[in-house]
């Protein structure tokens, strides 16, 4: 009889527990190089990066080489979202975001603080970045794929998220433009005096034809 008292009493103190102290967790998944996905449990901070694609025109957690390439100077626009999935307000959520190599930052904060996240509460930042001149990417790589990491903490608190991009490294053929200045000058002088003088010579030996056959 205590045994069944003790069992239901730890029952009854366990419901509670799970009651008042509820155990809030998100799952995020990111998508590794090749397709393969892993996904981890995080705690009540939530973060997600997500990349606009030009084609489709919206945003998705990654893009691959069959999707759009971007190219020397072209901007992407990467999304950022910080969730608070517990019950209690976070003062400070700190932000950091580290851009792969063959991007430089054109617009927004790579590193930036939320203060007083609610629960439930989502915050949206926008980071703009340019891909490096062709003259910056390996020759030898004429299509390669970067992938940008963002992570949030607060409060013991922390999650991270990636978003895959692919660039493409193409350089414009050179335009060949008729040569200016006073060499070009010079070999347009030239020409039309040789056009003259073959003219000059075509006419007089027509002349003394002409003269010739008169006399006779």
Request: glycine residues 6%; charged residues 10%; aromatic residues 8%.
């Amino acid at each position: 009889m205590k045994l069944k008292v003790l069992i239901f009493a730890a029952s009854f103190a366990a419901c509670l527990l799970l009651v008042h102290f509820p155990v809030n967790a998100s799952v995020n998944c990111v998508t590794q190089y090749g397709g393969a996905q892993i996904c981890t449990t995080t705690g009540q901070l939530q973060i997600n990066k997500t990349v606009w694609n030009p084609d489709s025109k919206t945003f998705v957690d990654n893009l691959s080489l069959t999707d759009h390439l971007f190219l020397s100077g072209e901007i992407v626009v990467f999304d950022i979202s910080v969730k608070n999935t517990g019950d209690a307000t976070f003062d400070t959520v700190s932000v950091s975001d580290t851009l792969p190599t063959f991007l430089q930052l054109a617009s927004g904060s790579l590193n930036y603080t939320i203060n007083n996240l609610a629960p439930g509460a989502t915050d949206l930042r926008e980071i703009r970045v340019v891909v490096v001149p062709a003259s910056q990417i390996p020759a030898s790589q004429t299509t390669l794929c970067v992938v940008n990491n963002v992570t949030a903490t607060a409060d013991g608190s922390s999650d991270h998220d990636s978003s895959q991009v692919c660039l493409q490294r193409k350089v414009l053929a050179a335009q060949i433009l008729p040569p200016t200045g006073p060499a070009g000058s010079l070999f347009f002088l030239l020409g039309i005096i040789a056009l003259g003088s073959t003219g000059l010579f075509f006419s007089k030996n027509t002349l003394l034809l002409f003269f010739r056959r008169g006399v006779k």
